[in-house]
Nanobody, 121 residues
Framework: QVQLVESGGGLVQPGGSLRLSCAASGSIFSINAMGWYRQAPGKQRELVAA???????KYADSVKGRFTISRDDVKNTVYLQMNSLKPEDTAVYFCNAAIKSLFNAYYNEYWGQGTQVTVSS
């Protein structure tokens, strides 16, 4: 089966940088859109950034100009480069991808387990 695993989370000071990665593995036939979501305590999960296959990237207004999403289709990996981090960026970050497996005729949505990002001095 298909699995998404995030890495790169941790504790960083305000103004610092962090890079998250999410690797998809398993019986993958193709991957369409990939993205990053985050959820802070007591808040709803929100879209941070998305990068469709062959399309334009999309960012939440709160991270625009500070975060950059990219993907490596050879490694089946999506990245989120986070610069100028603020305390309000603190959340659990989840990767998401629309993936067609070798055994299905349709795309399905997959989620990573989440990685904690804490921005504090």
């Amino acid at each position: 089966q298909v699995q998404l695993v995030e890495s790169g989370g941790g504790l960083v000071q305000p103004g610092g940088s962090l890079r998250l990665s999410c690797a998809a593995s398993g019986s993958i036939f193709s991957i369409n859109a990939m993205g990053w979501y985050r959820q802070a305590p007591g808040k709803q999960r929100e879209l941070v950034a998305a990068i469709p296959s062959g399309g334009s990237t999309k960012y939440a207004d709160s991270v625009k100009g500070r975060f950059t999403i990219s993907r490596d289709d050879v490694k089946n990996t999506v990245y989120l480069q986070m610069n100028s981090l603020k305390p309000e960026d603190t959340a659990v970050y989840f990767c998401n991808a629309a993936i067609k497996s070798l055994f299905n005729a349709y795309y399905n949505e997959y989620w990573g387990q989440g990685t904690q990002v804490t921005v504090s001095s």
